[in-house]
């Protein structure tokens, strides 16, 4: 059973906002920092965003700064993407990913779980 399941992916306008969840069955949950990644299609998997496992620190790459805003609840072990003004270009699939404590979180190699990933396409 996959650990991460993640939902909230559409097709939008540029412009337009979304907000990706994902929900986990890691417990305790509150002990793992989480991030976003994203992978378009030939491309590498990049870094989109990540949060400290109490939600404290934050860190984002430097192309959605200002737009996308990563949040957790820790009571609802789901951790949030919002993400607004969509460029055309955010067209991913994004996948939710729990690191095991190793922060900051900004490379694949820090993390050991995965879901699935949810189709994000905005469209010009």
């Known amino acids: 059973q996959v650990p991460l399941v993640e939902s909230g992916g559409g097709l939008v306008q540029a412009g337009s906002s979304l907000r990706l969840s994902c929900a986990t069955s890691?417990?305790?949950?509150?002990?793992?920092?989480m991030g976003w990644f994203r992978q378009a299609p030939g491309k590498e998997r990049e870094f989109v965003a990540a949060?400290?496992?109490?939600?404290?620190?934050?860190a984002y790459a430097d192309f959605v700064k200002g737009r996308f805003t990563i949040s957790r609840d820790n009571a609802k072990n789901t951790v949030y993407l919002q993400m607004n003004s969509l460029k055309s270009e955010d067209t991913a699939v994004y996948y939710c990913?729990?690191?095991?404590?190793?922060?900051?979180?900004?490379?694949?190699?820090?993390?050991?779980?995965w879901g699935q990933g949810t189709q994000v396409t905005v469209s010009s």
């Open positions: 990913a729990a690191s095991p404590g190793i922060w900051p979180a900004r490379t694949r190699s820090a993390y050991n779980y």
């Open positions: 890691l417990r305790p949950f509150s002990s793992y920092p």
């Open positions: 949060i400290y496992s109490d939600g404290t620190s934050t």
